[in-house]
């Protein structure tokens, strides 16, 4: 997501390039550790989509704003704005 954003700020287009999940499955159980485990994560954040949209057990843990209200929160895109 960061990187399309990026491109479109700056008027390019990047590239994509899609890797079916099977070939990166194929990776993972080929590849020698660690680089297997870095298959695994990215795996599990960018096929599966496994680091977002979750709830949180308010008997294990809670959201990090209740934590920190102070802290003012940006997107992603603000973000990028700071270094363009």
Same mark, same amino acid.
Request: proline residues 5%; without cysteine; charged residues 25%.
């Given at each position: 997501?960061? $990187?399309?954003?990026?491109?479109?700020?700056? @008027? =390019?287009? $990047? &590239?994509? =390039?899609? %890797? #079916? +999940? &099977? &070939?990166?499955?194929?990776? *993972? @159980? +080929?590849?020698? +550790?660690?680089?297997?485990?870095?298959?695994? =994560?990215?795996? #599990?954040?960018? *096929?599966?989509? &496994?680091?977002? /949209?979750?709830? *949180?057990?308010? =008997? %294990?843990? %809670?959201?990090?704003?209740? $934590?920190?209200?102070?802290?003012?929160?940006?997107? %992603? +895109? /603000?973000? *990028?704005?700071?270094? $363009?």
């Amino acid at each position: 997501m960061s $990187l399309f954003l990026f491109g479109r700020k700056k @008027n =390019i287009t $990047l &590239e994509r =390039i899609y %890797v #079916a +999940e &099977e &070939e990166v499955l194929k990776k *993972i @159980n +080929e590849s020698p +550790e660690p680089l297997s485990f870095f298959y695994a =994560i990215a795996h #599990a954040g960018f *096929i599966k989509g &496994e680091t977002t /949209n979750f709830d *949180i057990d308010p =008997i %294990v843990g %809670v959201e990090a704003s209740q $934590l920190y209200p102070d802290v003012k929160y940006i997107t %992603v +895109e /603000n973000f *990028i704005d700071q270094f $363009l």
